[in-house]
T-cell receptor, first 113, second 115 residues
Framework: QKEVEQDPGPLSVPEGAIVSLNCTYS??????FMWYRQYSRKGPELLMY????GNKEDGRFTAQVDKSSKYISLFIRDSQPSDSATYLC?????????????FGTGTRLTIIP | EPEVTQTPSHQVTQMGQEVILRCVPI?????FYWYRQILGQKVEFLVS????????KSEIFDDQFSVERPDGSNFTLKIRSTKLEDSAMYFC?????????????FGPGTRLLVL
């Protein structure tokens, strides 16, 4: 079983729709959960990070973590064409700093105007 | 806004040649990383570096790879004898100290092509 699984998509939704992106994981040691956005041939850009379980909201973005189910989600409200990108989930353990990120494969999202 | 920078943006080399990929992390960051992404695959961890030492390395980071912080600003990844399978996008990342754990900021990457 892969440590982090993410549906690669592609996912196409109309502008204004709510987008739901998800990852599952198997390593119980993961405590930090991140979502990165990556445009074509660019570096990953941190969108949000969450520690342990719960929800976190930032503008149109909401990150959810359910550690009991080993399941994390990113919701994008009022999606815009500029949100079209690949979204990567990433996770790490609890040691401060010096913790490698384990990434999902990324979901390619296209918002259709 | 501070950012991680990487040079060169593209590098083409012949198999067996040495390459050095350069990174300038965000100035007040203390933790440094290299990741790679083979085309169409996921981003994979290579190595982490703190206090002038390797903290952790993956199975990918074999004896052909080395990292160095030669001065107070640069962080380099050297591949001694490149192989075809080293062709990938290489990302440098840096992280702030313990006040903001787990927030790694990535550079734009160096695309390495080994012929």
């Amino acid at each position: 079983q892969k440590e982090v699984e993410q549906d690669p998509g592609p996912l196409s939704v109309p502008e204004g729709a709510i987008v739901s992106l998800n990852c599952t994981y198997s390593n119980s040691a993961f405590q930090y959960f991140m979502w990165y956005r990556q445009y074509s041939r660019k570096g990953p850009e941190l969108l949000m990070y969450t520690y342990s379980s719960g929800n976190k909201e930032d503008g149109r973005f909401t990150a959810q973590v359910d550690k009991s189910s080993k399941y994390i989600s990113l919701f994008i409200r009022d999606s815009q064409p500029s949100d079209s990108a690949t979204y990567l989930c990433a996770m790490s353990g609890a040691n401060f700093g010096n913790e490698k990120l384990t990434f999902g494969t990324g979901t390619r999202l296209t918002i259709i105007p | 806004e501070p950012e991680v920078t990487q040079t060169p943006s593209h590098q083409v080399t012949q198999m067996g040649q040495e390459v050095i990929l350069r990174c300038v992390p965000i100035s007040n960051h203390l933790y440094f990383y290299w990741y790679r992404q083979i085309l169409g695959q996921k981003v994979e961890f290579l190595v982490s570096f703190y206090n002038n030492e390797i903290s952790e390395k993956s199975e990918i980071f074999d004896d052909q790879f080395s990292v160095e912080r030669p001065d107070g600003s640069n962080f380099t990844l050297k591949i001694r004898s490149t192989k075809l399978e080293d062709s990938a996008m290489y990302f440098c990342a840096s992280s702030l100290d313990r006040r903001s754990p787990k927030t790694q900021y990535f550079g734009p990457g160096t695309r390495l092509l080994v012929l």
